[in-house]
């Protein structure tokens, strides 16, 4: 019932869907400015930035986790960062959440990461027990820091 694949070119449009649906759920709706072809040039370019996998459940898209790889200097090893997991409402419970977490840790462990991160916003309290549940530890002594937009314009100048 349920499959799990790379994404291709061609799933550029229902990842970019998905990712709206995600902005939705985490009540920032207007903030998603990305475009079909930023995602094609950045997943599926030359150089590609990003990997996504998609969760199919009985051959309809329900699902997805987009990714990259970055590296920990302190250990000395590549950590699969996890950007997004997003499983759409009506398919939620059938365990597709654990087997997307599942795969993206074989495929860390497959790659020689020391680590597998990912962030959850705050409020998000069953996303946090649904970590916690598969062994996650949340770090909340590290927060994010960000700068985009104008500040980081500002701070690229010479």
Same mark, same amino acid.
């Given at each position: 019932?349920?499959?799990?694949?790379?994404?291709?070119?061609?799933?550029?449009?229902?990842?970019?869907?998905?990712?709206?649906?995600?902005?939705?759920?985490?009540?920032?709706?207007?903030?998603?400015?990305?475009?079909?072809?930023?995602?094609?040039?950045?997943?599926?370019?030359?150089?590609?930035?990003?990997?996504?996998?998609?969760?199919?459940?009985?051959?309809?898209?329900?699902?997805?986790?987009?990714?990259?790889?970055?590296?920990?200097?302190?250990?000395?090893?590549?950590?699969?960062?996890?950007?997004?997991?997003? $499983?759409?409402? *009506?398919?939620?419970?059938?365990?597709?959440?654990? #087997?997307?977490? @599942?795969? +993206? %840790? &074989?495929?860390?462990?497959?790659?020689?990461?020391?680590?597998?991160?990912?962030?959850?916003?705050?409020?998000?309290?069953?996303?946090?027990?649904?970590?916690?549940?598969?062994?996650?530890? $949340?770090?909340? *002594?590290?927060?994010?820091?960000?700068?985009?937009? #104008?500040?980081? @314009?500002? +701070? %690229? &100048?010479?």
């Amino acid at each position: 019932m349920l499959h799990l694949r790379p994404a291709v070119r061609d799933d550029v449009p229902l990842i970019l869907s998905l990712i709206r649906e995600l902005a939705t759920y985490e009540r920032a709706p207007d903030a998603v400015v990305a475009t079909e072809d930023g995602l094609a040039r950045d997943g599926f370019g030359a150089r590609p930035l990003f990997r996504a996998t998609i969760a199919e459940w009985d051959g309809t898209p329900v699902g997805f986790a987009l990714w990259f790889f970055a590296y920990s200097t302190w250990r000395g090893q590549p950590t699969l960062f996890l950007e997004d997991l997003f $499983v759409r409402p *009506e398919a939620r419970g059938r365990g597709i959440g654990k #087997e997307m977490m @599942r795969y +993206l %840790a &074989r495929t860390a462990v497959e790659e020689g990461c020391g680590r597998f991160i990912w962030q959850v916003l705050d409020w998000n309290t069953p996303s946090i027990e649904f970590y916690e549940s598969l062994g996650a530890t $949340v770090v909340r *002594e590290w927060l994010t820091c960000r700068l985009d937009g #104008e500040a980081l @314009r500002a +701070l %690229a &100048r010479p």
